[in-house]
């Protein structure tokens, strides 16, 4: 198939030969409007709980622990940057700043898709943070539906091996393929190969909705077979329907706002993901991503039963956009800064010195 070369690409097809070369146009497109357009979807996530004030703490605010456990390593709060992007020149600029910033505060960080590098190894330099962040935990990513595209289990493991990787992301984005004008639809069967991977993979695998929630029903699926944590990736943040349709025809625009508030909200689907796992005891770590954009809803969602809070527009924008006389990292660092102490408030303030007394604190109000 030939390469598509505008922005404004053509008719969705039924299949483009997905080549580096059109993944470095759409990465550099993503960008571009996740920069200029509106691109979330409507909603405040956690909106319907609300923390019971306790007006007498009695605990010493330089005390408070914002220690979480995930996937056998302890952070320093339970802070996730998702993967968003990588493989360009200006990828790798927002990757480095937000690495540096990720180890400084001790928080795992993810990487956008690398189906590029394996169809091309010389995109490695556009990926690796490794070299510039040491001691940072660095988590890998490809799209679910690429594993029926020719991605394969030793792909995989030779990203984790180039990358020094921590642990690797499949994600799930049925709804980004549909209006993606280039995107790859033949989900048949995944979850087989989901399990081949969960079984077989040297580091813990992540399963990563992208915008659409995660029901109950799937959660118990990935569990049975053997994924080690699970993003839920609600409504409520970035909508990748939106932004496949700012590249897309003028059919492809309409699909793309049709679907825009498409899925389970962040909150919605955690607490039924939540649910699930306490009443079958299951020991895998959610993970919950879509729309936090501070410490209170960080707190919120792991009071409902989240182990860490993926954050990701917020970082993405404060390294592209810093204010006057900063630099990008200097940017991101004060924006986690806001989150750690929007967090630390907000634990204070609800009398709860570690991150478990938290559940005991909340409540949902009655519609």
Not at 108 to 131: A, E, H, N
Not at 151 to 175: K, M, P, S, Y
Not at 260 to 280: A, M, Q, R, V, Y
């Amino acid at each position: 198939m030939p390469h598509i070369k505008n922005h404004k690409h053509s008719k969705l097809l039924s299949y483009i030969e997905d080549t580096p070369e059109l993944m470095v146009s759409r990465k550099n497109d993503h960008i571009r409007i996740c920069q200029t357009e509106k691109i979330e979807s409507d909603g405040t996530p956690f909106a319907k709980f609300r923390f019971i004030p306790e007006a007498l703490p009695e605990i010493d605010f330089d005390e408070i622990n914002l220690e979480q456990s995930f996937l056998n390593n302890t952070f320093s709060m339970p802070v996730l940057v998702t993967g968003m992007t990588g493989g360009i020149e200006k990828g790798q600029e927002i990757n480095e700043a937000i690495a540096l910033a990720a180890e400084k505060y001790n928080i795992p960080m993810g990487l956008g898709s690398q189906k590029m590098m394996i169809k091309d190894p010389k995109f490695k330099r556009l990926f690796d943070v490794r070299k510039i962040a040491p001691k940072l935990f660095v988590i890998g990513n490809i799209g679910a539906v690429s594993l029926n595209y020719g991605i394969t289990l030793d792909d995989i493991q030779r990203l984790v091996d180039d990358l020094e990787l921590g642990a690797f992301a499949i994600h799930l984005n049925a709804l980004q393929e549909c209006i993606q004008p280039e995107g790859e639809r033949n989900f048949f069967q995944l979850l087989k190969k989901i399990e081949n991977i969960a079984k077989n993979l040297s580091v813990p695998l992540i399963v990563k909705e992208v915008g659409s929630g995660i029901s109950a029903e799937t959660f118990k699926k990935l569990v049975s077979v053997g994924v080690s944590a699970v993003d839920v990736g609600g409504k409520g943040g970035t909508s990748w329907s939106a932004i496949e349709g700012l590249r897309a025809d003028r059919e492809g625009q309409r699909l793309g706002d049709l679907f825009k508030d498409w899925g389970l909200t962040t909150d919605d689907s955690l607490l039924s993901c939540s649910g699930l796992k306490n009443n079958l005891q299951y020991n895998v770590p959610l993970i919950a991503t879509g729309g936090i954009r501070n410490g209170l809803q960080v707190a919120k969602a792991v009071a409902v039963g989240a182990t860490m809070v993926g954050v990701g527009l917020p970082l993405f924008k404060a390294a592209v956009s810093p204010q006057a006389g900063e630099t990008p990292l200097e940017s991101v660092e004060r924006e986690l800064s806001f989150f750690k102490k929007s967090l630390s408030i907000t634990m204070f303030c609800a009398g709860a010195q570690n991150l478990s007394q938290l559940s005991s604190r909340i409540v949902q109000e009655v519609p």
